[in-house]
């Protein structure tokens, strides 16, 4: 079509590729392999973009700040914010700690980043992220990622292992009837700590009781009403292992109102080593994972990117550590 100024839809179309890959492999973005990358240029000399390459170009300036994309300034995160700071510390760049998210609502990063790439920050770390995949023009690392095939760079901890671990010594105390209370069904390490559960159940050969298991969702009210129940029943788990601390700590004050001696009548272990797990008057049994270092991790990774190095890897997985503590032992 004579007098058409051709679009990066015209080059997608081209070269068969999404119009974000034409995007990364323009802009040498990482995750484009080098053969997609030469059939975007080839399409893009064929076209002649070039000219609005060069535009975009003008008009990319660096801001010298780094986002960390939260869905809430909980305790979890608080000490993820800390190991980013900390790695950050001797780099030319500044911290935005930055959420978008109202309530449950999903996606919000999208809509966050949108708003903050290229204009406010030349980088993003999203911490458990509600989305699989985002479309942004600078690089993205995810913390605790959510569930689902993801093109995304990746920091995490073995939460399969963890969440074994801790349910094999409550087994190892003697305890049989042992409650799950689950975080949020769309991120990874829910799922794999649910897995690691019924694995060491299976393992030791003890039945998995779907009453024992309820979803909390990480929300101190939702993890109150399923745990009340829970531990309302005529047959009830004399151990639970919550999918976080926060959890643990709101089953633990259920369990004072109702009259429940922990860990005399209920063993509670949770997820994560949050500084107000050694706080309490009986000091919480829990599942270490480095939650500064996975700040630090994902920041050194995402400074690889920007600088247009390749990091060691761009799915990092950290190990875990059981501590136990005063709210475990064997049942009476």
């Not at 051709?6 to 997608?12: G, L, S």
């Not at 980013?84 to 978008?100: F, K, M, Q, S």
């Not at 999903?106 to 708003?115: A, D, V």
């Not at 400074?303 to 503590?325: C, D, N, W, Y």
Request: with cysteine.
């Amino acid at each position: 079509m004579t007098g058409h100024r051709p679009t990066i839809h015209d080059v997608a179309a081209r070269a068969g590729v999404s119009v974000a890959t034409v995007s990364k492999a323009v802009n040498g973005r990482y995750g484009v392999a080098r053969a997609t990358v030469d059939r975007v240029l080839e399409a893009v000399a064929d076209l002649g973009y070039e000219s609005s390459l060069i535009a975009s170009s003008m008009r990319a300036r660096r801001t010298g700040v780094i986002g960390v994309l939260v869905a809430d300034f909980e305790p979890f995160s608080a000490e993820v914010l800390k190991g980013v700071g900390e790695a950050l510390r001797d780099a030319p760049y500044d911290l935005l700690a930055y959420t978008g998210s109202r309530g449950d609502e999903e996606g919000w990063e999208r809509r966050s980043l949108s708003r903050l790439s290229g204009t406010l920050i030349d980088g993003a770390i999203m911490v458990t992220p509600t989305v699989v995949n985002v479309n942004t023009d600078v690089p993205v690392v995810a913390i605790d990622p959510h569930t689902g095939r993801a093109d995304l760079p990746i920091v995490e901890c073995d939460s399969f292992g963890g969440a074994r671990e801790a349910t094999r010594y409550l087994i190892e105390l003697g305890h049989r009837r042992i409650g799950f209370i689950a975080g949020r069904a769309d991120l990874r390490s829910s799922i794999a700590r649910d897995a690691g559960y019924r694995s060491a159940l299976a393992d030791a050969g003890i039945r998995f009781e779907p009453a024992f298991v309820a979803s909390g969702r990480y929300r101190e009210e939702t993890v109150r009403e399923v745990a009340i129940e829970m531990l309302s029943a005529s047959s009830r788990p004399t151990a639970i292992f919550a999918a976080n601390d926060i959890s643990a700590l709101a089953i633990l004050q259920v369990a004072s109102e109702l009259g429940i001696d922990v860990p005399g009548d209920l063993s509670i272990i949770g997820f994560d080593d949050i500084p107000e797990a050694t706080r309490l008057p009986a000091p919480l049994t829990t599942v270490r994972q480095p939650m500064g270092r996975l700040g630090a991790e994902a920041a050194g990774m995402l400074l690889a990117f920007m600088q247009g190095e390749e990091p060691v890897s761009t799915h990092l997985r950290l190990p875990t550590k059981l501590i136990p503590r005063a709210t475990t032992a064997p049942p009476r």
